[in-house]
């Protein structure tokens, strides 16, 4: 049963602590996207890669968030300095684009900073 | 833009009942795909549900169903023969299929949560 996988499932750091989350795509997968679900504001998309390839990441804080792919099993979201306002769940979802396909999600990575 | 909105925050069933959640969108292009999504307590999210616009008929999975009507832009899940295990976070999705840099990306309502009450 191919799933995606999300490390760490849960995460308390202090804030301006750097923070790295990672992502394994369900395999032959070429689409990543990452995703952040807060309370407030639901769920946004940060950024989207198509063959490793970052597409959109107009989501994102520029200046202290970082997505990349460094092969086609992995991704990485990074945040360095964190601040309490990141807290918040951060999703990782994968598909393969043969046209508008469906995104499957990881369990998630619970993100507090204190 | 593309805008998805789920009007009913909260929502109550009994078991072995049925239920049907609303979602409306507001988008300019003419192909697209619609999503219902499960988030249980575990917030695992899990697809439920999907809909081509190209399509007339509406989909169907086992309990879960759909009415999609595209003029109207909208898109309500219905949940028959309700169970303990579908009390969860229902959220309705949109996704563009154009070529852009906004193609492929998931837009989602605020979500609606469902009780089933025993």
């Known amino acids: 049963d191919a799933r995606v996988t999300q490390t760490p499932r849960d995460k308390v750091t202090e804030m301006g602590q750097e923070v790295t989350m990672r992502c394994q795509p369900i395999?032959?997968?070429?689409?990543v996207f990452w995703y952040r679900q807060t309370m407030k504001q639901g769920l946004e998309l940060l950024a989207y890669?198509?063959?490793?390839?970052?597409?959109?990441d107009s989501g994102m804080p520029k200046d202290r968030f970082s997505a990349e792919m460094p092969d086609a099993t992995l991704a990485t979201l990074k945040i360095q300095p964190s601040e309490p306002r990141d807290s918040a769940v951060y999703f990782c979802?994968?598909?393969?684009?043969?046209?508008?396909?469906?995104?499957?999600f990881g369990p998630g990575t619970r993100l507090t900073v204190l | 833009a593309q805008t998805v909105t789920q009007s009913q925050p909260e929502m109550s069933v009994q078991e072995a009942e049925t239920v049907t959640l609303s979602c409306t969108y507001d988008?300019?292009?003419?192909?697209?795909?619609l999503f219902w999504y499960k988030q249980p307590p575990s917030r695992q999210m899990i697809l439920v549900i999907r809909?081509?616009?190209?399509?007339?008929q509406n989909a169907t999975e086992n309990r879960f169903s759909v009415n999609f009507q595209k003029a109207a832009k909208s898109f309500s899940l219905k949940i028959s023969d309700s169970q303990l295990g579908d009390t969860a976070m229902y959220f309705c999705?949109?996704?563009?299929?154009?070529?852009?840099?906004?193609?492929?990306?998931?837009?989602f309502g605020k979500g609606t949560k469902l009780s089933v009450i025993p």
């Open positions: 979802a994968s598909g393969l684009q043969t046209g508008a396909d469906t995104q499957y």
């Open positions: 809909q081509e616009a190209y399509k007339q």
């Open positions: 890669f198509r063959n490793r390839a970052p597409l959109d």
């Open positions: 395999l032959g997968h070429n689409t």
């Open positions: 988008t300019s292009e003419n192909n697209y795909y």
């Open positions: 999705a949109f996704m563009t299929t154009y070529s852009g840099a906004g193609s492929y990306q998931l837009t």
